[in-house]
């Protein structure tokens, strides 16, 4: 397929870099597709977790979590995915929707290590989001850690949020043991995305209270996120704490780095991301279910953890 189609031009020039541009052409004809397919919708009614990155009014990106019960994700039609989710006005997605409607939704199965990506435009409801679908795909099952739910908290704290322009010596901690996080990106014709990062703890490494850095792994060589932050290299990254109930949501700007001599002690780094932390939103008791850690994913590069 020529090159008016399927990527834009970040998407290319990285691509192009990486040499696989065929490749990217030929899974891109295979995979994408600008509508959900009926055969999606057992996967997605049976879900219980969903990022959505979406862009604010200044121009910020922004991961955000959305977590319920099976069911809290339906397809009313084969191009609408709505979410059931309560209004919750210290998560920037709410105010980001009504100013700009890009957004683009990532669904896990954590357990079954599957996702699925819906992009395009979105708008909020009175029962929660409903997303026009424009772009959808899913993804190969690499590092994805094997979790599986456990349940609800049986007497949740009170929800609560703190901002900072700053990391915590906690919350680099937290980011030190990380397996996962949710990368969010945007491109201001090709819209929102929302992606997942895995690896061993200790993969991505907070450097210091505003700088952090993980190592980017083979893929599907579409390079949907990269290509983004070529263009717009703002970002959002999302942390979740599965065993506590907890977010840790950073809005920044990404930087990738090619050159190997910067990446050598990240194993099995094609690249290397380099974020700098605009602002920090912690929420405590931010969702009441619970998951619990089977095992890592057999593909992940070994390394020691911080």
């Given amino acids: 397929m020529g090159e008016s189609s399927l990527y834009h031009a970040g998407e290319l020039e990285v691509q192009e870099r990486a040499q696989v541009r065929r490749q990217a052409d030929e899974l891109g004809e295979m995979m994408i597709l600008p509508f959900i397919p009926p055969s999606a919708s057992g996967?997605?009614?049976r879900q219980r977790l969903a990022v959505i990155g979406t862009v604010a009014s200044e121009g910020?990106?922004?991961?955000?979590?959305?977590?319920?019960?099976?069911?809290?994700?339906?397809?009313?039609?084969?191009?609408?995915?709505?979410?059931?989710?309560?209004?919750?006005?210290?998560?920037?997605?709410?105010?980001?929707?009504?100013?700009?409607?890009?957004?683009?939704?990532?669904?896990?199965?954590?357990?079954?290590?599957?996702?699925?990506?819906?992009?395009?435009?979105?708008?909020?409801?009175?029962?929660?989001?409903?997303?026009?679908?424009?772009?959808?795909?899913?993804?190969?099952t690499k590092y994805i850690q094997r979790r599986v739910p456990i349940g609800s908290e049986a007497n949740p704290g009170r929800r609560h949020s703190f901002r900072s322009q700053n990391l915590s010596i906690e919350q680099q901690s937290w980011i030190n043991r990380a397996d996962t996080f949710f990368l969010a990106t945007f491109h201001p014709e090709a819209g929102a995305d929302a992606s997942h990062r895995g690896g061993m703890p200790g993969f991505i490494v907070a450097n210091s209270p505003n700088d952090l850095a993980w190592p980017d792994y083979s893929g599907n060589n579409m390079f949907l996120s990269l290509g983004n932050l070529l263009t717009y290299p703002r970002a959002g990254l999302l942390f979740v704490d599965f065993e506590r109930g907890r977010t840790l949501q950073l809005t920044g700007e990404a930087e990738t780095i090619?050159?190997?001599?910067?990446?050598?002690?990240?194993p099995g780094a094609k690249r290397l991301l380099?974020?700098?932390?605009?602002?920090?939103?912690?929420?405590?008791?931010?969702?009441?279910?619970?998951?619990?850690?089977?095992?890592?994913?057999?593909?992940?590069?070994?390394?020691?953890?911080?």
Avoid: Y
Wanted: hydrophobic share 40%; charged share 20%; glycine share 6%.
């Fill in 43 to 45: 996967f997605i009614s």
């Fill in 60 to 140: 910020s990106v922004w991961a955000s979590c959305l977590i319920g019960e099976p069911g809290f994700l339906s397809l009313p039609d084969e191009q609408t995915l709505h979410i059931a989710a309560p209004a919750q006005e210290d998560d920037p997605v709410w105010k980001n929707l009504s100013s700009n409607s890009r957004a683009g939704v990532l669904i896990l199965d954590p357990g079954a290590r599957k996702r699925m990506r819906v992009n395009g435009s979105a708008g909020l409801t009175s029962t929660g989001i409903s997303v026009t679908a424009e772009q959808v795909f899913t993804n190969c």
């Fill in 258 to 266: 090619w050159e190997p001599e910067q990446f050598r002690q990240f």
């Fill in 274 to 306: 380099k974020f700098h932390v605009n602002a920090a939103i912690e929420t405590d008791s931010a969702f009441v279910q619970r998951w619990q850690m089977v095992e890592f994913s057999p593909v992940n590069p070994r390394i020691e953890p911080v």
